[in-house]
């Protein structure tokens, strides 16, 4: 792990995202959650918000960075290597998803993989994917968001919670699982046919 923070030159302690940088992952509010936090509560965790700049690149997340004067508590590494993932994952004290919608949510499920405590945005698919082993927030309440992020920040035992949820509720989302679902849908299908 040591390697993979060298590599991408990231803090000892951070609250990581990881994905694309799109203005529907809502890492602007991200960044004024962070700041909102007291200094006392955040102590010395930083943002990493991993991801390249391509296709539909949020420049608010840059103004935001600018505005609030965050150049030394928001690192931005840049697209990570699929190899350095669970590393840089594994390295966080906390892994936040924000997004305003999404899919599925993959990197959630891969950061309680790794039992790194979640949090992110009370949107269907995090509830899905989570089942109450994250922490979700309300998206119409900056302050629910920036409330919960102090929690995850400061109460470690919160964090070891997360964490062992997280790992028991990935479980329910293995490859053999997804198969044998398909399995029976499948057998169920041909059945009626």
């Not at 991408?8 to 302690?13: A, Q």
């Not at 995202?17 to 909102?36: C, D, F, H, S, W």
Request: proline share 6%.
């Amino acid at each position: 792990m040591e390697a993979v923070r060298k590599k991408y030159s990231l803090p000892e302690k951070f609250i990581l995202y990881i994905g694309t940088l799109q203005p529907r992952k809502n890492l602007p509010a991200l960044i004024e959650a962070y700041v909102k936090m007291s200094s006392e509560k955040r102590g010395d965790v930083k943002l990493v918000l991993a991801g390249g700049k391509g296709h539909n690149f949020d420049p608010q997340i840059e103004d935001c960075i600018r505005a609030y004067s965050l150049k030394e508590y928001v690192f931005l590494p840049g697209f990570i290597d699929e190899a350095d993932k669970p590393a840089l994952i594994r390295s966080a004290h906390a892994f936040c998803f924000p997004s305003l919608y999404e899919g599925f949510g993959i990197p959630i499920l891969e950061a309680m993989t790794l039992g790194v405590p979640v949090i992110a945005s009370d949107i269907p698919p995090h509830r899905e994917v989570t089942k109450g082993a994250a922490l979700l927030f309300d998206l119409e309440r900056p302050l629910d968001f920036s409330e919960k992020l102090a929690r995850i920040v400061s109460d470690s035992t919160l964090c070891s919670q997360l964490a062992d949820k997280g790992r028991e509720q990935a479980k329910n989302f293995s490859w053999r699982k997804t198969a044998e679902k398909m399995l029976e849908i499948y057998h169920k299908i041909s059945l009626k046919n």
